[in-house]
């Protein structure tokens, strides 16, 4: 055999066999027919112990180089078919990716709590903590030291609600706001203070379609040295616009709460119309929309608490959490947020 | 507070009449508008005329010809109505004139007169009821004007919601001050023009409380005809949303909403022994009010009597008894300044809070009392044909003083920022006319009708009112140093887990019916009770989360809900004194849940799992293994848990709740078909701080599985088997979990459980694994626990 000839009628006919392969096992068979023991090269290989030694470098380098270039273009067919193969068993592995065929539910936070969160994460953001208090609350903390009046109508049972509970002097209620928490947190901490606290509220009132006898509120207080009306309204401004959008506007205008004084109510500006549609279901056309009751705390309420007026100064303000989530997603009735339906608590992720 | 603006520009030159602008400027001083009300007249062409002629129809009785002079002359009308002569001024609608319902005023000829026109009566033009004849005009007008200007239209009604802190701005004239300092213009008040007869009223007042009743003013008035009053003071009255009486009564409704003092009118005639005295009602006293009501009156009430007993109910409602009718020919005014708080506790006991009783629970200036009641006598005077006498009964029984307080610049700087000019403030507080020593501090006298402002900042506030709450730089204060503590970190964690593993979060009113509490064997429980509930639902506060939720839980499934799992925090009411502060019961929070139907992932609408005890207690310890709390179950019971099916859960060696399957009579009594997975837990002993975790990096070796099946009695629990193998393990243990719960026919019962031992450093033998297999099958032995199959 001339070993030359043997190595290049081998390359000769590796072409076609290598093209005729349909297969990955067919390019597997057709590799060890070229290249195994028994293919022609292997023979070569095998004979190159017996050349002669002049020919041997000739006939060696003449096998390597036909070998790779056969492996080359096995190599490169077989990428060819695997692809395809690969293309076919994906394709066959395929299945309706719209099919919710399987399902993990989720659950999800109350709306209340989620705007809950959110309000209080916006105050943590400017160095606020979060401050809490008992439900049931002393008439103390929930009118006296927030500068309330004996004779206020808010104290009248047609307002509050009083508990069967506690010395006559010690009159036990449901607190009426998450302000007395105001109270009892100055009272226990030196200032600056700088807080929120969020928490159920109740009142004397039949549930209809705006009133619930238990809802939530937030309560906000800062007193230190410095602080003014214009403290008041950047605060409250940059909570409004962190909360409903960043255009939102606000305004200050005067009011009466027994802790605050100066005392004024905030008005958002309407983040659907902006006051611009007459038929706006958010504000009706007012383009502004009542979202709190707020003020500088007063002075008697500071004493109560051991600080002194004459140095420290600080605003209070507070909000209905009901009112938020309503004005916010558009809702109708408050009476949602008690039913628990669960069609109702899911809508909000 | 309804405000007409053509009355209130009676008081005011505003330099606007623009109603949105107007409205900003009551909001921005603190009058809430709540809403505004445009008023057009009803009607077109529609001109006084003055009756110059009334003749007979030539063909007809019982309508006549008049010559009516409606500005250019005379102008021929046939008129049915017989209740005028000439030289009356009357509404005339002329030729293309539309009224109320669209009718449209033509030319007619009436049995051969022709009528260019028709004189209206006050149906016709929607201003009223009357229909008897037509409206008669009460004084001279100018012929020609446009009827519409009589009454005041068109006109802007403004709704104000004044505050508690504000009686003075109850009031035309109040609210003309208080605009008149916004633009610093002047304001008008109505003419004190009283004109009196000789001779001293004989009624006597006698204040027996001078806390109740301060002062008490009684003028009486003459030769009263009562009548229907002049038509600009009822449409005035009505468009402040009062209903027009008499030309006593309204004067009395008119001065009040004029001045903001409220009066009363008695007739003079029914007051018994010319004597009214102010006291406290006694127990078993009666009165009947104006509105027929026969009042049972309280220890508390202030009451004027006369010697025949109660006749009125001070500041609130008069009694039917002095009423002033028809008859009435002798009137008393009066004028009182009575005690807010008794006012206020008064009118709202009885249901009764009225104009009156509105401004005086506010405090009405004492000062105004004489001014109020003589101008509403003059009024009577003027409408009625009255005279006034002129010695009146001016009781004072306590006297007042103007406030006084020193305002130091500084109060207004700490509390508005430094950058207001102490005369500007000095400015500010005299357009509220109060009087200003400047310096500093400036000595500031309050005007009696601010009650009000009695401290620096009470004045801070008016001046902020005044100068603008928006114009004060908006500034961001931060404080030290904020953030959430790691219990409230913790409290979201908690939540979030909960919503991960499919429960959704639920609020529940904290109330609780005691038939609910039987359902769930609860009985005999103190309850934590309302003193005065609206509704008896809201009269018991819960002393558990679970009724709360299986109510929803039920309703929702009447919605046609499948997979229902909610989950609560709240707090529960105890009857017990509390460990922080035991003025206050107990109100412990905890975390509750419900887990209903469908459970977890489903594949092709088949779900994995029903919800029951197991799926409770899975999704407690993933809760638990989240937040890191060591934790031990025990078989438990409580009321309304299924006995076999719920576990105690303790925490730090504490009993802290219980985690299963509610009881199924308890399910049967809330109607609920099918098992309900739950738990009620406290929260606080979740919310503890947890040591951090002390980590390791796993070891890279192989690891060497096998499994052991025990045969255990009934009693044996998996956690103590796993507990004792466990321990025999030793350190190569690094997992273990059962595999399978086998029951055989003959009540065997066996727990297989499959090990995976792993060395930190090597790869572990047979040998070595062998002694340890030998000692944890001993260990098993050792709890009764003996090798299946061994």
Redesign the interface.
């Known amino acids: 055999m001339d070993p030359l000839a043997t190595l290049d009628e081998a390359l000769r006919s590796a072409g076609p066999m290598v093209a005729e392969a349909s297969t990955v096992d067919e390019i597997d068979r057709v590799e060890s027919a070229l290249l195994g023991k028994d293919s022609p090269l292997g023979q070569v290989r095998r004979a190159m112990a017996t050349l002669a030694a002049e020919d041997r470098p000739k006939v060696g380098a003449r096998l390597n180089e036909v070998t790779v270039e056969i492996e080359s273009l096995i190599h490169a067919k077989r990428r060819e078919l695997q692809a395809l193969e690969d293309a076919a068993r994906l394709a066959e592995d395929s299945f309706d990716v719209t099919l919710e065929s399987v399902r993990l539910p989720a659950g999800t936070r109350h709306l209340i709590h989620q705007v809950i969160d959110e309000v209080v994460d916006i105050f943590v953001g400017l160095g606020y903590r979060v401050a809490e208090g008992p439900e049931a609350e002393l008439a103390y903390y929930n009118f006296d030291a927030l500068n309330t009046p004996k004779t206020h109508p808010a104290r009248l049972e047609s307002d509050t609600m009083y508990l069967e509970w506690g010395a006559p002097d010690d009159e036990v209620l449901l607190r009426t706001q998450t302000s007395p928490v105001q109270a009892r947190y100055m009272e226990s901490h030196q200032p600056p203070v700088y807080i929120v606290a969020p928490g159920r509220t109740y009142r004397t009132d039949t549930v209809d379609a705006t009133h619930l006898p238990v809802f939530h509120q937030i309560e906000g207080l800062a007193v230190d040295e410095g602080l003014t009306l214009g403290d008041l309204r950047g605060t409250l401004a940059h909570f409004a616009r962190e909360f409903f959008g960043s255009r939102t506007e606000v305004r200050l205008r005067p009011s009466f709460f027994p802790f605050t004084e100066p005392s004024a109510e905030l008005d958002v500006s309407c983040f659907i119309c902006g006051g611009s549609d007459p038929s706006c279901r958010v504000c009706g056309g007012g383009g502004w929309l009542e979202m709190l009751g707020c003020g500088m705390v007063d002075p008697n309420v500071l004493v109560a608490a051991g600080y002194d007026p004459e140095v420290l100064s600080g605003f209070a303000f507070g909000v209905g959490v009901e009112r938020l989530a309503m004005v916010r997603h558009g809702l109708d009735s408050i009476k949602n947020f008690i039913e628990n339906d669960i069609r109702f608590l899911r809508q909000f992720r | 507070m309804k405000v007409s603006l053509r009355w209130l520009q009676e008081h005011i030159d505003l330099p606007t009449t623009d109603a949105a602008e107007l409205a900003g400027v009551f909001?921005?001083?603190?009058l809430?508008v709540e809403g505004v009300e445009a008023l057009e007249a009803d009607w077109t062409g529609v001109f006084v005329g003055k009756v110059l002629e009334v003749a007979p129809h030539p063909d007809a009785d019982r309508i006549r010809v008049c010559q009516v002079d409606i500005g250019a002359g005379p102008t021929q009308i046939v008129c049915g109505a017989w209740n005028f002569d000439a030289g009356v001024y009357v509404p005339v609608a002329v030729p293309g004139a539309v009224l109320p319902g669209d009718f449209e005023i033509g030319e007619r000829t009436i049995r051969g007169v022709t009528s260019h026109g028709m004189i209206c009566s006050e149906r016709e033009l929607g201003l009223g009821e009357d229909h008897a004849g037509i409206l008669v005009l009460d004084g001279e007008e100018e012929p020609g004007r446009p009827f519409a200007e009589l009454v005041e239209l068109p006109d802007v009604v403004f709704d104000l919601a004044i505050?508690?802190?504000?009686p003075d701005a109850m009031s035309m004239v109040g609210l003309a001050r208080d605009l008149a300092a916004y633009y610093d213009i002047e304001y008008r008040t109505p003419p004190d023009d009283l004109v009196t007869v000789p001779g001293d009223t004989e009624l006597r007042v006698v204040i027996e409380d001078p806390t109740g009743c301060r002062r008490f003013v009684a003028r009486e008035i003459r030769g009263v005809t009562v009548g229907r009053s002049p038509m600009w003071m009822r449409h005035r009255l009505a468009k402040a949303g009062m209903r027009p009486i008499s030309n006593v009564v309204d004067v009395t409704n008119y001065v009040m909403l004029e001045l903001g003092h409220p009066l009363h009118a008695f007739d003079a005639d029914s007051i018994s022994g010319n004597e009214l005295a102010v006291r406290r009602a006694s127990e078993g006293e009666t009165l009947v009010t104006l509105d027929g009501e026969e009042r049972r009156l309280l220890p508390d009430d202030l009451i004027i009597y006369d010697q025949d007993g109660p006749t009125s109910m001070s500041g609130t409602m008069g009694g039917e008894r002095s009423e002033v009718g028809d008859e009435t020919t002798r009137v008393i005014m009066e004028a009182a300044s009575w005690d807010?708080?008794t006012i206020?506790?008064m009118s709202?006991r009885h249901g009764l809070r009225s104009e009156a009783s509105l401004r005086f629970?506010r405090g009405v200036d004492p000062e105004l009392a004489d001014r109020a009641n003589r101008r509403a006598s003059a009024l009577v005077a003027q409408l009625s044909g009255g005279e006034v006498l002129e010695g009146a009964v001016d009781e004072i029984a306590a006297p007042w003083q103007p406030a006084v307080v020193e305002l130091k610049m500084?109060d207004v700087d700490?509390?508005?920022?430094p950058g207001l000019a102490a005369d500007h403030v000095a400015d500010i507080l005299e357009r509220l006319e109060m009087k200003v020593d400047r310096g500093d501090p400036m000595r500031v006298v309050v005007p009696t009708f601010r009650p009000?402002l009695t401290?620096?900042?009470?004045l801070?506030?008016e001046v902020?009112?005044i100068h603008g709450?928006?114009r004060?730089?908006?500034?961001?204060?931060?404080?030290?140093?904020?953030?959430?503590?790691a219990r409230?970190r913790r409290m979201?964690r908690i939540?979030?887990t909960?919503?991960?593993?499919?429960?959704?979060?639920?609020?529940?009113?904290?109330f609780v019916g005691e038939p609910d509490l039987e359902k769930l064997g609860i009985e005999g429980l103190g309850l934590?009770?309302?003193?005065?509930?609206?509704?008896e639902e809201?009269s018991k506060?819960r002393p558990t989360m679970l009724p709360g939720?299986l109510n929803?839980l039920r309703?929702?499934l009447s919605?046609g809900?499948t997979?229902?799992?909610?989950?609560e925090t709240?707090?529960v009411?105890l009857?017990d004194p509390?460990d922080e502060?035991p003025?206050?019961?107990s109100?412990p929070m905890r975390l509750a849940w419900v887990l209903h139907g469908p459970f977890?992932?489903?594949?092709?609408g088949r779900p994995s799992v029903e919800s029951d005890g197991r799926v409770s207690l899975a999704v407690w310890r993933r809760l638990a293994e989240t937040i890191g709390i060591e934790m031990r179950l025990v078989p438990g019971s409580a009321p309304g848990f299924h006995p076999g099916r719920t576990a105690a859960v303790e925490v730090a060696g504490e009993a802290i709740g219980h985690v299963g399957e509610l009881h199924p009579e308890a399910a049967r009594a809330f109607e609920i078909p099918g098992r309900v997975g739950i738990a009620e837990l406290d929260y606080e002993p979740l919310l503890a701080e947890v040591p951090n975790v002390a980590g390791f990096t796993p070891s890279v070796y192989p690891h060497v599985d096998f499994d052991l099946s025990f045969r255990v009695s009934d009693d044996t629990l998996a956690v103590d088997l796993l507990r004792v193998t466990n321990a025999a393990a030793g350190e190569l243990l690094e997992s273990s979990w059962v595999f399978d719960e086998f029951r055989g026919p003959d009540g065997e019962r066996a727990i297989a459980i499959r090990y995976r031992l792993r060395a930190r450093d090597r790869t572990l033998t047979n040998d070595e694994v062998a002694p340890i297999r030998r000692a944890m099958i001993e260990a098993g032995a050792g709890i009764g626990a003996d090798l299946r199959g061994a």
């Open positions: 909001t921005s001083i603190g809430e505050g508690p802190n504000r807010p708080p206020m506790y709202r629970e500084a700490r509390l508005l920022g009000d401290r620096p900042a009470d801070v506030e902020a009112r709450y928006d004060f730089e908006a500034r961001i204060p931060t404080g030290p140093a904020g953030g959430l503590t409230q979201r939540t979030e909960l919503a991960g593993a499919g429960l959704s979060q639920a609020l529940s009113l904290p934590l009770t309302v003193k005065n509930p609206l509704r809201e506060l939720l929803a309703r929702n919605y809900a997979g229902v799992h909610l989950f709240g707090r009411f009857v509390d502060d003025r206050l019961p109100q977890g992932m489903s594949v092709d």
